[in-house]
């Protein structure tokens, strides 16, 4: 939940943004991404392949996602591809 909450404060003081977090709390990785309405981009989509990284799914809405698993070990791969997946849909 504070992951969740520090990603849409950080969205919504950047606006517009992309914000993709993560982190692993006792072997138990998780991943946000909060993204501007403005944008047209789905979070969801942002974590999909990078869900599986870690052993796991990503749902939500388009303007914030979760994605959860089991592989603390996958981390930070995983939050290498979420940011290649948000740099394609912004076109960078």
Do not use: H, Q
């Not at 942002?46 to 303007?63: C, F, M």
Request: aromatic letters at 0%; glycine letters at 16%; zero cysteines.
């Amino acid at each position: 939940d504070t992951l969740r909450k520090l990603a849409s404060t950080l969205r919504d003081k950047l606006n517009p943004a992309v914000v993709i977090l993560g982190s692993s709390d006792n072997g138990s990785p998780k991943l946000v991404a909060a993204v501007s309405k403005t944008l047209g981009i789905d979070a969801s989509g942002l974590l999909a392949d990078a869900a599986k990284r870690i052993g796991g799914g990503a749902g939500g809405k388009p303007e914030l996602a979760m994605a959860g698993g089991r592989n603390a070990g996958g981390l930070d791969e995983a939050l290498a591809v979420a940011t290649r997946e948000a740099e394609s849909a912004l076109g960078a």
